[in-house]
């Protein structure tokens, strides 16, 4: 089919003109390419990780290692998704002043640099560590690991920020009733 850009154009999901770079609290999802479940299963109501589970829990906890103004809140990894709380802070610690060189004069302080991080390069970067590494782990390069885009929602008040981290902390439990996981509803065989 010939390109029509009135009909094959992609739809940001993204807030219209929300800049993703303030600080607040966002709550976001990934899934795993064509909701593979690669990254562990669910037994007994408790995440079992695989190899690039553990890949992809490793990595999420160093967000904050690469992005001096992003915390962590809440997260799950599941077996094709995971769901997250990630929180902008104006709090701009290590990496504030870049090295200008001759720039500086004697003694002089250097100018506080800030880069304003998106929620998106936050993720962005994220996927592409964990795609990576598990790219390099099972010898196939340039395989897809998570789907393109991902799902977010601002968190704005405080007991939305409550009620999504229970609804993180119980996923596993509700991974049978989960449209995420492609096994649900599938009447076991009798044994």
């Known amino acids: 089919m010939k390109y029509n850009p009135k009909i094959h154009h992609r739809q ?3 807030l219209g003109g929300y800049d993703y770079s303030q600080p607040g609290a966002y709550f976001i999802t990934i899934c795993t390419q064509h909701h593979e479940c690669c ?24 967000i904050p290692d690469h992005f001096p103004n992003v915390e962590l809140d809440e997260f799950i990894i599941m077996p094709n998704h995971l769901h997250g709380i990630i929180v902008i802070t104006d709090n701009f610690t ?3 002043y870049e090295d200008l060189g001759a720039d500086i004069k004697g003694g002089e302080t250097p100018p506080l640099r800030r880069r304003k991080t998106t929620l998106g390069q936050i993720v962005a970067y994220y996927k592409y560590q964990t795609t990576k ?18 799902y977010d929602r601002i968190i704005r008040h405080q007991n939305t920020l409550h009620l999504i981290q229970r609804y993180i902390i119980a996923n596993p439990i509700r991974w049978d009733k ?6 649900r509803g599938a009447v076991s065989a009798p044994s």
Do not use: H
């Open 39 to 62: 990254l562990g299963e669910i037994i007994n109501g408790e995440m079992k990780l695989t190899i690039r589970g553990a890949i992809a829990f490793r990595l999420w906890l160093e």
């Open 12 to 14: 940001s999901i993204r």
């Open 133 to 150: 590494i598990i790219n390099q782990i099972d010898c196939t390069p340039k395989n897809r690991v998570w789907q393109r885009n991902y």
């Open 94 to 96: 290590d990496g504030l």
């Open 178 to 183: 989960d449209p995420e996981n492609p096994r």
